[in-house]
């Protein structure tokens, strides 16, 4: 390592300004910031000296993820398996599904990467270490069958359309990785939707193994097949069909573990998401006009992306609302926007991105008036304090 810091030294002042290579310099800075620690630091104005940085918090989220995406490989071979009556074995099953989902990953990376140095370059800024984790949450949000060329497209609209144009990395309003799932859902909705698109080579024509549909348990609940629903046990350990990171509840805990234990998430919009959804759920128990309104919170909570969301996606600490009790306010409706949505609209049977997306654009004002109420509140104290 003290080579290559030694010869990246060497060829640095190239890079600079007046360099052979000025124009480079972001790039140049990317790949350097990448393999070392940065070595700026802050001389003036108010500052905060800390450990962490920007580079080590998306590490960490990246982290957190790996164990949603080995078992989200381990499941994508099980299920092909699975669906053609082939005996498996743990290394079969994550060998096919690293095979598949690789390329996903990497076309993820290398999609949105290009986006962001290329605007980099022209706005003469440095390379932020955002889409760390944005190139690892589009694929776990996808289904395996997903076309390639359809991640380029999507992921190229959600990093210029949802964070070039607001300014980058901390000046996004939307999820970036939420709005490229939202954008092949509305573009091509045959490819996010159905029973065919959750298990690898799939299709309506393929011949499968008797009792194998490759529907997921949101599926049948729109349809009301709740019969069909696996068991609570079945929706935490994950080996159904689903969203390649999404469907393991146990990997996801793990992640929600590691980002709570190294304080990058925020535990009050986790929870308040959970209570959001619980509350609707029994809201929905109360009335019990269909056999989904009849759904029990914790199988609600288990099925589909909503622990997903709930971890991963609603606590992004840019989208999210920054005050305290607007947390609590902002995780509250997510989840109950996502359970309304489900059980309302079973056009849009994946109710958290919409509830997600929804509850981004209102983070602002959520905060807003937050401060505007503590203000006033604070004014009134001391007003009664003076006269006193």
Do not use: C
Not at 32 to 49: C, M, N, Q, S, W
Not at 117 to 124: E, G, H, L, M, P
């Amino acid at each position: 390592m003290k080579a290559l810091r030694k010869y990246l030294d060497k060829i640095k002042p190239q890079f600079s300004e007046g360099g052979k290579f000025s124009k480079l310099h972001s790039t140049f800075g990317a790949f350097e910031t990448f393999l070392f620690v940065p070595d700026k630091v802050t001389y003036k104005g108010a500052h905060i000296r800390d450990s962490i940085d920007l580079k080590r918090t998306m590490s960490i989220v990246v982290i957190a993820l790996i164990p949603a995406l080995i078992f989200g490989m381990w499941n994508v071979g099980r299920q092909y398996y699975v669906s053609i009556g082939e005996s498996t074995d743990i290394i079969k099953n994550l060998w096919f599904g690293f095979l598949k989902v690789m390329p996903i990953v990497i076309v993820s990376y290398v999609t949105g990467l290009t986006v962001e140095f290329i605007f980099a370059q022209i706005r003469k800024h440095e390379v932020n270490e955002g889409f760390l984790v944005t190139g690892m949450l589009i694929p776990l949000v996808m289904p395996v069958n997903i076309p390639l060329w359809m991640v380029v497209v999507a992921t190229a609209f959600a990093v210029v359309f949802g964070k070039e144009v607001f300014g980058g990395t901390g000046m996004n309003i939307f999820n970036p990785a939420l709005l490229t799932r939202a954008f092949i859902f509305f573009a091509y909705p045959s490819v996010i939707s159905g029973d065919s698109v959750w298990t690898y080579g799939l299709t309506s024509t393929s011949k499968v193994v008797d009792g194998f549909s490759g529907a997921t348990p949101m599926a049948n609940a729109a349809s009301y097949a709740i019969d069909k629903i696996p068991d609570n046990f079945t929706l935490f350990l994950g080996n159904i069909p689903g969203s390649i990171g999404e469907t393991s509840k146990l990997a996801i805990l793990i992640g929600a573990s590691i980002l709570l234990i190294t304080g990058i998430a925020n535990w009050r919009v986790m929870f308040s998401v959970i209570i959001g959804g619980v509350g609707m759920t029994l809201i929905f128990n109360v009335f019990g006009a269909n056999p989904y309104m009849q759904i029990s919170p914790l199988t609600q909570i288990l099925m589909g992306g909503f622990m997903f969301g709930a971890v991963f996606m609603a606590t992004d600490p840019v989208t999210a609302s920054q005050t305290h009790t607007g947390q609590y306010i902002y995780g509250l409706l997510i989840g109950m926007f996502a359970i309304l949505i489900r059980v309302l609209n079973p056009a849009y049977p994946e109710g958290m991105m919409l509830s997600i997306l929804l509850m981004n654009a209102f983070a602002p004002l959520i905060d807003h008036y937050v401060i505007e109420s503590n203000i006033k509140r604070r004014l009134k104290r001391a007003t009664i304090n003076s006269k006193s």
